[in-house]
């Protein structure tokens, strides 16, 4: 050792492998952090998960897991499964079961029960760090320097941690609107989903997937619900499909104010809810209308956590528009020794098993030599409103733009599940479609569906897809009867037809 250190070795040595506190330190532990952190401990290194969640403004907060297990995908989707069991109820009479029509459902025993569920799975996520010897820290990270951070807790107690790698992982917020009486008053999906109080008449602000699947539970819950619409439904994906989305919900008696923006909320009385008053005005013109509700949901867009992690103290490149971080092809920044995955990344799927898949293949290339990346392409989704709208690849949109619509063959119907005819549901409303590229032996670039289960129907086909899904492999396929999906293997009829594609009814 003193050889060594005359020689200047252990010098060389030293500056060469610099000795940091941890291998690899996490800053955010949703699903994307989560998966990156366990997958390198298991890997054998030394790993710390730091995750703080800052309050709303209405004071909300919660534990680990992110915004998909706490605020987001577990408990929409049981709250979704709640305004599906009341239409089953109301089904149920022509099946023949005989109850009562006094029946009501109780916002506060629902509410319980889901975050008795999520929370169990937010200590389930910790009780995970701790088996992997994952050092968990409740506080908030921050860069000060090139391999350091400041991790500071809600006492305002600081720490200081240094590592070799960096995963930024910390999601995205809900967006306010900037105007008058929006924080004070309104409330976002992070209010919504533990809110201790049934939210009566709600005005929902915003077309986006988490407007529409939030106006869609709380009107099949029973609720009056308006949707205030600054310019179209579910911008990005597939127009023709939003648009039955939107016409599905109307049926449901939801109602839709297009082309409004709010300006101001007020409020006329306090409680739980209470009754606040919302101006808006005309995207289109100087029209102004005013309306009453117990509650206000915005769901205008949500906002990357980037701006306060010290980002620029060490040169992480993030864009100026979005304020999302721009990385390479295999997650990694501006700066070599700092990746990211999840909703942060600039132009990728935001949904949680993209963030789950890229933070696990992450953490594999960088400690267990292995080459695989997260494949962005054809990512299955799935938007759970009343009736369930699933996709995988292009919009007619996007493949016209992308192959010509010339070189396109669009097959479309619509179906009647056989659930609905028993109880005389409407005929016409489910719909399914693909769309094919003539130069590839029509294969399926295109997967859509609106109807019940269109989750569970899309994940199937989109691993087929993922295979080189053709118009021909799918007529090939014998359906499963009778189901909803079996659909797809009858196909016939194309748009440029202008054949008729209704179903008869009751």
Known sequence: MAKAHRSGLLQRLLQQDPVYDYDLIVIGGGSGGLSCAQEAAILGKKVMLLDFVVPSPRGTSWGLGGTCVNVGCIPKKLMHQAALLGQALTDSRKFGWEHSRQVKHSWATMTEAIQSHVGSLSWGHRLALREKAVTYVNSYGEFVEHHKVKATNEKGQEAFYTAAKFVIATGERPRYLGIQG??????TSDDLLSLPCCPGATLVVGASCVALECAGFLAGLGLEVTVMVRSVLLRGFDRDMAERVGASMQQLGVRFLHKFVPVQVQQLEKGLPGRLKVVAK?????????????????????????KKLGLEKIGVNISEKTGKILVNDEEQTSVPYVY??????EGKPQLTPVAVQAGKLLARRLFGGRSEKCDYVNVPTVVFTPLEYGCCGYSEEKASEVYQAENLNVYHTLFWPLEWTVACRDSNTCYA???????????????????PNAGEITQGFATAMKCGLTKQLLDDTIGIHPTCGEVFTTLEITKASGLDITQKGC
């Open 182 to 187: 929006d924080k004070e008053y309104c409330i």
């Open 282 to 306: 005309s995207t289109e013109g100087t029209e102004t209308m005013e309306g009453v509700y117990n509650t206000v949901l915005l769901a205008v867009g949500r906002d990357s956590c980037t």
């Open 340 to 345: 990211a995955v999840g909703d942060v990344l």
């Open 433 to 451: 479609k693909i769309i094919c590229n003539k130069l590839e032996n029509d294969r399926v670039v295109g997967f859509h569906v609106l109807g």
